[in-house]
């Protein structure tokens, strides 16, 4: 079975431990490779390499940094039914999602940061007669990027593009559930000529090798993507060390809709938002509240649709739902629909795990679930599920629908479905959540920032935001 390594100074090497880590395919509730368990010495020889090879990195001209990384893009394009059949198996998602969202992404992630670099600018001031002051953002140093198994080459590319951009060089840690594409990518570095040490990837556990990179002294940034309760972990390590931290957390984000909007449109969208990649997007839109003249229509025709998406072989053209990541996360989604019910939930559709026959009998799979009849404080309503499960809730009022939206630790992402122009601007403004949609959902705009408020995220992804986040400025005041 393939024994996946780690990216170190330019080549691929076995851990230091020679310790690995069983690879599932969830699909298929088997071990399919296997990972490096790697530990702090990994980690300090990523790091003395990156560090190693900084000057040169930084001070490379950006046309020359940006080539590069337009090649590594070009790579992906080349190999794009390779990676999303990888992603896939790794995953668990749809084939076709993979091919159709996560590999393209991950190739528009490099672009779109490839050639942002090129009209990256800063700005001065004059102060009438006297003086003038230019600020110039520089690279910081080596970043640290810790990504999720929800959206693995897409989240991981998403980190790492802005700060090699920017011209800080990267150590970063994937999943450990969900490796195999970091390990694909780093080969394609390899084949673009990225120069040895510009990225480092390690694999393994979170509580070791992520712990290692986050608590390393020569790391003085870290951007990190997961769940709340371990950003909340890593932010101890950071703040003493008083290291620049942005974290991209959890979600429980509200999907409202109200009589006058487009029915067809939110009801056809919200069957996306709710189960798209199993559920496991920290965008989902996993508490739906619907205007109550028009919840009764709403929820039959929902649960209809949602009956009738095909949970299946993740690589068969058909399969709408493919199997959650893990036994571990299949078996806390269980838990969250049995506590549903404890709490006086009454399952519409779903509610228990789905065998597929075939080569996926032993897979880990869940039917989409849809709950009505709790009460907005819940914790089936306050916790994040991260999987295919959404409760639906009917509001009379607008003030009454906006205090159950921001009711939650989170505030990461909600959707508007509405007619009223002047409603859906006054509703947005009143949301706590960092991304909304109106009428529509996970329309992206690589420019906008992207992250959450509240226990959803600290600091802001995307754009110009990343790349200052992935610089340190310094104002320069000239006398005249
Ligand atoms: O997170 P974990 P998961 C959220 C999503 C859900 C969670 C799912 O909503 O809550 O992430 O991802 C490493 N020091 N988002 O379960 O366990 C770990 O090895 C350093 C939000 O994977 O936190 C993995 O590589 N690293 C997001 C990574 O952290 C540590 C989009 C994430 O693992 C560590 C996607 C430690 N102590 C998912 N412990 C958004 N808001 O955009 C673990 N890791």
Redesign the pocket.
């Known amino acids: 079975m393939q024994k996946i390594k780690n990216y170190i100074n330019g080549e691929l090497i076995a851990p230091a431990s020679g310790e690995y880590l069983d690879n599932y395919n969830p699909a298929e509730g088997k071990v399919y490779s296997y990972t490096p368990d790697s530990n702090e010495e990994d980690v300090k020889a990523a790091v003395g390499s990156a560090r190693s090879v900084f000057q040169e990195w930084s001070t490379m001209p950006v046309r020359q940094r940006a080539d590069l990384m337009l090649r590594i893009a070009d790579l992906i394009d080349r190999d794009h039914e390779k990676l999303a059949l990888a992603e896939s198996v790794d995953n668990g998602k749809p084939l076709k999602l993979a091919k159709r969202v996560d590999i393209p992404r991950a190739s528009a992630n490099m672009r779109f940061y490839a050639t942002g670099i090129l009209h990256f600018a800063s700005e001065s001031h004059q102060m009438d007669q006297e003086a003038i002051n230019y600020t110039l953002r520089k690279p910081i140093g080596v970043a640290g990027c810790?990504?999720?198994?929800?959206?693995p080459l897409y989240?991981f590319t998403w980190k790492i593009a802005p700060a090699l951009a920017a011209g800080n060089t990267v150590v970063a840690?994937?999943?450990?559930?969900t490796p195999m594409t970091a390990y694909l990518f780093s080969e394609l570095c390899i084949e673009a000529g990225l120069p040895a040490g510009v990225l480092n990837i390690v694999h393994g556990?979170?509580?070791k090798a992520?712990?290692a990179?986050?608590a390393h002294p020569d790391v003085p940034v870290i951007s990190?993507?997961?769940?709340?309760?371990?950003?909340r972990?890593?932010a101890l390590?950071t703040a003493p060390m008083f290291k620049k931290l942005s974290l991209?957390?959890?979600?429980k984000n509200p999907n409202i809709i109200f009589a006058d909007c487009d029915f067809e449109e939110a009801l056809h969208t919200s069957i996306h938002s709710s189960f798209a990649n199993q559920g496991?997007?920290?965008?989902c839109g996993s508490r739906i509240f619907v205007e109550e003249t028009i919840y009764d229509k709403f929820r039959d025709e929902f649960v209809n649709k949602v009956k009738n998406l095909t949970v299946g072989d993740p690589l068969e053209e058909g399969t709408k739902v493919g199997a959650v990541v893990s036994e571990a996360h299949r078996d806390k989604i269980l838990s969250y629909i049995q506590l549903a019910q404890e709490e006086g939930g009454q399952i519409l559709t779903g509610g228990a795990q789905v065998t597929v026959p075939g080569r996926c009998e032993q897979g880990h799979f869940i039917a989409p679930t849809v709950i009505e009849g709790l009460d907005a404080q819940c914790r089936t309503n306050q916790e994040?599920i991260?999987g295919p499960v959404v409760t639906l809730m009917p509001f009379r009022q607008e003030e009454e629908v906006i205090d159950y939206a921001n009711s939650t630790a989170y505030g990461?992402s909600a959707t508007i479905w509405t007619g009223n122009l002047k409603r859906a601007h006054r509703v947005a403004d009143q949301l706590k959540s960092g991304i909304i949609w109106v009428n529509c959902w996970l329309l992206r705009d690589l420019r906008t920032p992207?992250?959450?408020m509240k226990q959803?995220?600290l600091g802001r992804e995307g754009g110009w935001e990343a790349m200052r986040f992935f610089t340190e400025s310094k104002n320069v005041c000239i006398k005249m």
């Open positions: 810790i990504s999720p198994w929800n959206l989240l840690k994937p999943s450990e559930i556990m979170g509580g992520g712990q990179i986050v990190f993507t997961g769940g709340t309760a371990t950003g972990q890593i390590t991209e957390l959890g979600g496991e997007i920290c965008l994040e991260f990461l992207f992250g959450g959803s995220g």
